[in-house]
């Protein structure tokens, strides 16, 4: 049963916003809830510069394994991929196969790298994530299927706070706010879509306008 809390949460993100990556924001919220993750905790650090470097060394583990996965269009999303931001630990990545994602045969393969299996993604209900939890930092692996356009908006998102400094500053504030008025990972995750959908909506408007 959902508490008086998280549905007073919902209630606010609803006023405000009716979809979030191509699914309505009570999914989104109904989703988060459902989720299975490890106890790795959410305490915020100051942005680190091994994190791209953590990515790109994972990068290159995640290639290796492509004959079997055929992975493609791997990329360093979140907040760890972010300059000046801070975060948690744990670095995410969105990687496509022609595989279903959650198939035995690629859950056998991430096994391989260390990755566990915990059902989809909080990205899109259509996606699974791995964890790879060692012991200074997590791997994150939002895998999708190649036919869906499920990490569009993710990818945008990122690239519209690297081109504008003003809206990391925005949106590491909001966190900030988040987290010291969270007292879990799903109140401090239902949070952040407010601030998350209005910095998208901006970064939409910043993508018609660049394009020719």
């Known amino acids: 049963m959902i508490n008086l809390h998280y549905l007073t949460l919902l209630k606010r993100l609803k006023h405000r916003h009716e979809h979030l990556n191509g699914e309505a924001v009570e999914t ?69 196969t022609p595989y279903e994602p959650d198939d035995i045969h690629v859950q056998s393969a991430l096994a391989q790298l260390g990755y566990t299996f915990y059902g989809r993604s909080p990205i899109h209900t259509q996606c699974s994530w791995y964890w790879k939890v060692e012991s200074r930092k997590c791997y994150v692996l939002h895998l999708a299927h190649h036919a869906l356009p499920c990490f569009s908006e993710a990818i945008l998102f990122r690239n519209y706070l690297n081109s504008n400094k003003k809206q990391i500053a925005k949106y ?37 306008t660049a394009k020719p």
């Open 28 to 96: 989104k919220f109904l989703h988060l809830l459902s989720l299975k993750m490890p106890d790795v905790g959410f305490d915020q650090l100051p942005y680190n510069p091994q994190w791209p470097q953590w990515f790109a060394h994972e990068r290159r583990c995640l290639v290796e394994q492509s004959n079997t996965l055929k992975l493609a269009e791997i990329q360093h999303i979140g907040s760890t991929s972010i300059p000046s931001m801070c975060s948690k630990n744990i670095i995410d990545i969105a990687a496509k």
């Open 172 to 208: 590491q504030k909001f966190k900030d706010h988040a987290f010291a008025s969270s007292s879990d990972m799903l109140s401090y995750s239902v949070r952040k879509i407010d601030i998350y959908c209005d910095i998208l909506n901006d970064a939409k408007r910043w993508l018609a």
